[in-house]
């Protein structure tokens, strides 16, 4: 009778500490999937706040679920979370939003991988390995991660270096196209600057005639108007001291014009 009392207490313990792990488990699902609800939001944001509020949110999951995760008796699944973890702790200390989103993307993987391990373990589709075959499979396991996770690096890497190249191009691009109208600007500048001194030239050149004449007509000198007897200068193809030059040429001819009608005027 006292060894049946006693099967009874401990099926009834055995009973109590499987409900527990159960509901244990349980939560531990919870707190995970939350972990990946929060990564998967970190993956989608648009700035490097947000991608760094919801990535610490995630790891703040990871950690409620750390004490529960082991009543769950999934091996596979506390070694992936470690890695998600490690992940998450890093995008704190991100520089930039491509930084960031690169150890995210790790995480956001290593969520969804630990929920299937998860699911597996619980339908019995997942095996822990034998004490004796742990090491073999380990190296197989880890060789398998790590030429995931190093094809996913390389693939983000050559991502990256994609993006990195099309804004250089693109900033080369916007340089050119800088530089051409910023050249036009100041062909367009100088080509108004050298009409706008030919033209103030000319009114020079006619006040001078004018007033000459005036002059003359004054001193009743029977004497032939001064006139310009030049072209206009097309000052398309000229320079500013050329410009000036020519003009100023202009004026000396017609000041010695009127000085030798003036003199002539004398006698």
Do not use: W
Not at 76 to 99: P, R
Request: glycine share 0%; net charge negative.
């Amino acid at each position: 009778m006292k060894n049946y009392y006693f099967l009874l207490c401990a099926f009834i313990v055995s009973l109590a500490v499987n409900s527990q792990d159960s509901s244990n488990c349980e939560d531990a699902n919870y707190y995970l999937t939350s972990a990946y609800s929060h990564v998967k939001s970190s993956y989608d944001s648009n700035n490097v706040s947000h991608l760094k509020y919801y990535a610490n949110r995630s790891l703040e999951s990871y950690k409620l679920a750390n004490d529960l995760l082991p009543s769950c008796d999934c091996k596979e699944a506390e070694k992936i979370k470690q890695k998600a973890t490690e992940a998450l702790a890093k995008v704190e200390l991100a520089e930039t939003f491509e930084d960031g989103r690169f150890f995210v993307k790790r995480a956001r993987e290593a969520a969804q991988q630990i929920i299937t391990a998860l699911d597996q373990c619980a339908d019995g589709t997942y095996v822990a390995p034998e004490e004796d075959l742990v090491a073999s499979n380990t190296e197989t396991t880890a060789v398998k991660i790590v030429s995931t996770n190093e094809s996913s690096s390389l693939s983000d890497l050559e991502r990256r270096q994609k993006e990195l190249l099309r804004q250089q191009e693109e900033l080369k691009r916007k340089t050119e196209a800088l530089k051409a109208k910023m050249a036009n600007e100041q062909q367009m500048q100088l080509k108004k600057q050298k009409e706008t001194l030919a033209t103030s030239y000319r009114k020079t050149v006619d006040e001078t005639i004018k007033n000459y004449n005036l002059t003359l007509d004054k001193c009743e000198c029977d004497a032939q108007k001064i006139m310009h007897k030049s072209n206009y200068l097309n000052t398309t193809d000229k320079s500013i001291n050329e410009i000036k030059s020519y003009y100023i040429t202009i004026i000396e001819e017609l000041t010695s014009d009127y000085l030798n009608q003036l003199n002539s005027c004398k006698s």
